[in-house]
């Protein structure tokens, strides 16, 4: 449990750094993904898996290692971030950001490291760790993201039922309930196909005026930005008016969970035992109502070794002090 007794974000990480080195490189005849590497060149090797999918990196995920003691190595999945092009589809997949993540770590000639993620990034983590064993020191992982259909149908239905109820999760206006986007996505989700000429999926996945695409990526987004933290944080809700950052969140997302990610359901729990060797740790926000505690509990409850913390008065945002002070701990332990 935790407590963050009236300390701030900046409290309890370390201070901005500006990366070492940065790269392209080309993965595919159509894919080539922005790379990152900052901190200490001899340090303890980390890479850092984005949210979304389609969320693509930020400074201050740098921000959760000690810059001394820690390489710190990020990248931009395909489609997202400074990775080009900018919110395609075509090869774009769960499949092919794990083969990514290895030729990224033999590019930079890294024998193994520590796989940190959260969210999304929480999934990929473990898919990787699952195909690469031997690759990964240790896994940190925030806001158990396992990717199953009552997972996607909790966030694009449930929530958004309780939503039109008058339990505000931080929309300023009431167009998810005037116009039902999210409704619609948990009926594709259960159809399991594009249907329905208003459907903010087909909207985003398929060809149409950018205006409507635009306007479409953006609610998308701030469905998802207004449930991220426990308190409502207003530069969370802007994110979604940056349309270059939307147009990749949403329509990435939106691909994947569509197509169940590429991989069949509960494939993480079902190969869980891949990973009984490997160090795990969890953080996970009590209210957390994007990736519910439950996902995090089953995965420690598969993997006992695990240790698995509680943070009291957090929702889902890495961004939150309570779950950031407790991630840096962790980084600081390992490190």
């Known amino acids: 449990m935790s407590r963050t007794g009236g300390k701030t974000f900046a409290d309890v ?17 159509i894919h080539t993904l922005y790379w990152e590497v900052s901190g200490l060149a001899t ?32 990248l931009d999945q395909r489609g997202c971030g400074k990775s080009t092009p900018h919110a395609e ?7 092919a950001l794990v083969g990514d993540i ?8 890294i024998e193994k490291w ?12 473990l898919i990787y760790a699952i195909h690469h064993p031997d690759r990964v020191k240790a896994l940190i992982l925030r806001g158990i993201f396992m990717c199953r259909r009552s997972e996607l149908l909790w966030f694009y239905q449930v929530t958004f039922c309780i939503n039109t109820d008058n339990v505000n999760f931080g929309q300023s206006h009431p167009l998810w309930v005037t116009t039902n986007p999210v409704l ?33 990526a953006r609610e998308w987004c701030l469905w998802e930005m207004s449930t991220s933290k426990l308190i409502p944080d207003t530069k969370y809700l802007d ?53 519910p505690m439950k996902s995090a509990w089953e995965l420690h409850t598969a993997l006992p070794h695990s240790k698995l913390t509680v ?24 490190a």
């Open 89 to 95: 589809l075509q090869d774009n997949n769960t499949q």
């Open 43 to 74: 340090g303890e090797p980390v890479v850092v898996l984005h949210g979304g999918p389609g969320g693509g990196t930020d400074p201050d995920y740098r921000r959760y290692f000690n810059p001394e003691k820690y390489n710190i190595v990020m």
């Open 239 to 291: 994110k979604a008016d940056n349309l270059e950052f939307a147009a990749a969140f949403s329509r990435i997302e939106c691909h994947y969970f569509v197509n169940h990610i590429f991989v069949e359901e509960g494939f993480i729990l079902k190969k869980a035992q891949i990973l009984k060797d490997i160090p795990i740790f969890i953080v996970q926000g009590r209210y957390d109502v994007v990736c």
């Open 311 to 334: 943070v009291a008065d957090a929702g889902h945002s890495m961004g939150e002090v309570g779950i950031a002070e407790k991630l840096v701990e962790v980084t600081d332990q390992l």
């Open 184 to 216: 619609e996505v948990s009926i594709l989700l259960r159809n399991s196909s594009l249907t329905g000429k208003s459907c903010i999926c087909k909207i985003l996945i398929c060809f149409c005026s950018s205006s409507v695409r635009e306007s479409a």
């Open 13 to 29: 990480v370390y201070p901005c750094i500006p990366p070492r080195e940065t790269g392209m490189l080309k993965v595919t005849d």
């Open 114 to 125: 520590f796989v940190f993620g959260g969210s999304w990034g929480s999934t990929l983590s």
């Open 102 to 109: 290895e030729t990224l770590r033999k590019h930079l000639e």
